[in-house]
């Protein structure tokens, strides 16, 4: 990205990147409103695997649209490149070549050290101590460590949303055989289908069933089954507060000027 030099753009392409992030997660929530309050959905019965119960499904008529995984990938890659602009600016900023420059993520916090040393070569310590106190590694910080996976993963496979299920109620319920108790479960089941109730084949019950609905990371690592909406806005806020600390930290030690 070209840039003119001096102070007074420090740090603006890492916020310009967090802005194409928040617009992107904007996308995604009105995409996602879209697709619960148009498509067409029915309730459906279906005999399970075991030959003894059955599974009572809500089925969307369509899958979720690919604008939902464009709009993940990209406020995902977008946090990345907020980082790692950051670490360049301050590597500019102190008379250092840029070109290697990259946030120190790192798979432990015993990798850490030799990690930040490496893609952070001859910071300043007070840049270094700050980068370590995100304890951005495996077992650290949870949320900004999924940025990495999630955009590693980005790379190799496209990370799929799924429909899961945050409520239901059954206001009614009515049974043919009240021996027998009606055990209600959830599931996220594919891109357009929830099982939301397993009973015993056989039993004639009638029912009334209201649903809440989030959209969840498919299968990503540890973050599979985690709701995008919420994970995503945590990162926002978390890449937002760190770009603000380093740009403060920068000053403080006169990289900026005052």
């Known amino acids: 990205m070209a840039r003119a030099n001096g102070d007074s753009v420090a740090f603006s392409d890492s916020r310009l990147r967090l802005q194409w992030a928040k617009e992107s997660l904007a996308d995604f929530v009105r995409c996602a409103n879209i697709y619960f309050k148009r498509t067409p959905r ?40 907020a980082l790692d602009l950051a670490a360049c600016d301050v590597a500019r900023l102190a008379s250092l070549p840029a070109d290697d420059v990259y946030f120190p993520f790192s798979r432990s916090k015993t990798d850490f050290k030799s990690r930040v040393n490496s893609a952070c070569k001859g910071f300043p310590q007070e840049i270094k101590d700050l980068f370590a106190s995100y304890e951005p590694y495996a077992g650290g910080s949870d949320l900004l460590f999924a940025i990495n996976v999630q955009c590693n993963a980005s790379k190799h496979q496209i990370i799929t949303p799924v429909v899961s299920v945050i409520g239901t109620q059954l206001p009614y319920i009515e049974s043919s055989d009240m021996r027998h108790s009606l055990p209600i479960m959830l599931y996220s089941r594919g891109q357009n289908e929830i099982t939301y109730a397993i009973t015993e084949r056989g039993i004639k019950w009638k029912h009334k069933a209201e649903f809440s609905f989030r959209i969840c990371f498919g299968k990503v690592g540890a973050i599979e089954g985690r709701d995008v909406l919420d994970n995503i806005d945590g990162m926002i806020r978390a890449v937002d507060a760190i770009v603000y600390e380093i740009e403060a930290e920068s000053r403080k030690i006169g990289l900026l000027a005052t």
């Open 42 to 81: 029915e309730f459906i019965v279906e005999p399970d695997l075991d030959g003894i119960h059955e599974r009572h499904k809500l089925r969307f008529s369509k899958p979720l649209p690919l604008a939902l995984t464009k709009h993940t990938v990209h406020a995902i890659e977008d946090l990345r490149a």
